[in-house]
């Protein structure tokens, strides 16, 4: 079945309550209406009531009965800054934490860590960092996890076939630990979106055609990676063309499990993630459907600042989707 059809199908009419820290931008808006009118979520969007209204009335949008809550007049606001300071340990006292909270990212979080809603998607206007900072800083890793990352789908147009790159969004320069760590979270993400992980750690050298630090990471990643998860095919390190064609990996990668049929590629750090997803993206025309967080305790998606409503609607699935598996 495809992709978005499989998770409607999980998470219809379960009205799983999804809170939109940005509730005033029209994407925001727009995908809201639809998962609400199809039954699919609860959206919960933040900010300024009459303001909200007035700009769905503007854009000719009907918000129907969908909840819209101000963080700045909220009356279980106390409650939400003792919880806060209680959860941050001494690192915010309570008046950092009344001011934080008026952030509508910090707010969001609260709403999923306190249960008050499922999952979070935000990023349409806010960079990753401020959208993901509350979230790793109190909704935190799951058990067994150091480093959270950011993981895209990305699907060929013309076929649907699905690849996973990451980390493309969170660590800025990992060490060969937090690499291994992405790789083995990265297959774990794959099978959850039906990809058969053959992993790739990628390189501008493979099997030690070229010498440097940066390539020297890569390898110990590997096999740290490879010892982690044995029953896992792990490879590295790899070109993208020995990972991804056949006949390159047969010259260069002879004998590799994954050279020539990687689908989930891991770059060597988030310069090259991010900029290769988006190359994918845009002159590959695949569809990038994330960054979809793993690692987390519960779901929060981070948008890119450059989506489309389509691209809130269907990663607003991914996060309902991902609460069920909590
Ligand atoms: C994610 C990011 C914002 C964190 O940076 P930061 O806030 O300066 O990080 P800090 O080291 O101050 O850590 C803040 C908190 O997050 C936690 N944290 C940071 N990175 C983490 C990770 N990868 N996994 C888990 N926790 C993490 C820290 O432990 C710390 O928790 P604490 O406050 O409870 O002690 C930063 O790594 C970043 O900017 N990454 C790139 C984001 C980006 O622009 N991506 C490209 C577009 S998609
Ligand atoms: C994923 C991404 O590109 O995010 P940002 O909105 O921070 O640019």
């Known amino acids: 079945m495809e992709l978005f059809a499989s998770l409607k199908e999980k998470i219809k009419g379960k009205f799983i309550p999804i809170v939109f820290p940005e509730g005033t931008d029209e994407r925001i808006q727009g995908a809201a209406i639809r998962l609400n009118q199809e039954g699919l979520v609860k959206p919960i969007l933040l900010g300024e009531p009459t303001k909200i209204k007035q700009l769905a009335a503007d854009r000719n949008l009907e918000l129907g009965d969908i909840q ?6 909220y009356d279980r606001y106390e409650t939400m800054v003792d919880e806060f300071v209680q959860r941050r340990h001494g690192k915010n006292d309570h ?5 934080m909270l008026r952030d509508p990212n910090y707010f969001g979080t609260m709403f999923v860590y306190l249960n008050w809603a499922d999952g979070m998607v935000s990023g349409a206007t806010h960079p990753t960092g401020d959208t993901v900072r509350p979230a790793l800083q109190i909704i935190k890793a799951k058990p067994g996890v150091s480093r959270i990352s950011g993981a895209m789908i990305m699907q060929r147009q013309f076929d649907h076939k699905r690849f996973l790159f ?3 969004a969170i660590n800025i320069d990992p060490d060969a630990q937090t690499l291994a760590e992405i790789a083995v979270e990265s297959a774990q993400t794959a099978q959850l979106f039906d990809i058969d992980p053959k992993v790739a750690l990628l390189s501008f050298s493979t099997k030690g055609s070229a010498k440097g630090d940066v390539v020297t990471k890569v390898q110990e990643a590997t096999k740290l990676a490879q010892a982690k998860a044995p029953h896992i095919p792990i490879d590295g390190e790899l070109q993208f063309d020995a990972a991804y064609v056949p006949s390159v990996a047969a010259s260069k990668a002879p004998g590799s499990k994954v050279a020539g049929q990687a689908n989930v590629f891991i770059f060597p750090e988030l310069q090259s ?5 988006k ?10 459907i994330g960054p979809i967080l793993q690692g987390l305790n519960k779901p929060v998606s ?3 600042r450059g989506c489309n409503e389509e691209d809130v609607y269907k990663l607003a699935l991914i996060t309902a989707a991902q609460s069920l598996n909590q």
């Open 95 to 99: 008046d950092q934490a009344e001011k």
């Open 273 to 277: 993630g991010n900029i290769g997803y």
């Open 279 to 288: 190359i994918a993206q845009r002159l590959g025309n695949f569809e990038a």
């Open 68 to 73: 819209i809550i101000d963080p700045n007049n």
């Open 302 to 304: 981070d948008l890119s």
């Open 166 to 168: 990451a980390d493309c």
